[in-house]
């Protein structure tokens, strides 16, 4: 028993480790581009534009909104993960003890390993699950976000007419080198964020 409530314990360790890289790797705020102070989009009907999409996803409301409910759920799995992770190693301990002791009797000691087996199998798949279940939300969040995005750029561009709307980012810098006043991040967050900001006050 005592083999197995190790690898359990890696198993777990694993599970909220994969949990806290999932959490973060979403909270890359530095890895955003700065914006330069004062540039001013001059960029005219047929003109090529291109927007810092890292910048205007982490300046977005929506998504700060959406990423402050996923963290609440988060801390909460991880907590729920830790308590029964302390749960199941007291009462592994404490069995292993009473058998060293000399306890419980065979019968007992084989009931009782029986449920620690069962129930290490059973924290293994809804640690699993659970895990499953914060990837699957994260990726909906980054739908829902970009969702609003695309939809939204849609109906700017009917007013402005470009001819072509360049995303670029830290991951993806298909830009090296941009005049500033092609830059339209900050004229496409401002209409963004004003356009959710009235949708969210009218729920």
Do not use: C, W
Request: glycine share 2%; aromatic share 8%; hydrophobic share 35%.
């Amino acid at each position: 028993m005592k083999k197995s409530t190790l690898i359990f314990e890696i198993i777990l360790t694993i599970a909220v480790a994969a949990l806290f890289v999932l959490f973060f790797t979403s909270k890359k705020d530095s890895d955003r581009i700065a914006i330069p102070e004062g540039s001013e989009v001059t960029a005219k009907k047929g003109d090529v534009v291109y927007i810092q999409l890292d910048t205007l996803v982490n300046q977005y409301d929506m998504y700060n909104d959406l990423k402050s409910e996923f963290e609440v759920k988060f801390y909460s799995v991880q907590d729920d993960l830790s308590k029964k992770s302390r749960a199941f190693q007291n009462d592994a301990t404490d069995f292993q003890n009473k058998v060293k002791k000399g306890l419980l009797t065979r019968s007992q000691a084989e009931s009782l390993q029986n449920s620690l087996t069962s129930r290490q199998t059973e924290l293994q798949q809804y640690s699993q699950k659970k895990q499953r279940d914060m990837q699957e939300e994260e990726q909906v969040m980054i739908n829902r976000v970009m969702d609003a995005i695309n939809t939204y750029i849609k109906k700017y561009n009917k007013t402005h007419n470009y001819s072509l709307i360049i995303s670029t980012s830290t991951s993806t810098n298909v830009i090296m080198l941009g005049n500033p006043s092609l830059d339209i991040t900050n004229d496409v967050l401002k209409g963004l964020n004003d356009e959710y900001i009235k949708n969210r006050n009218k729920k």
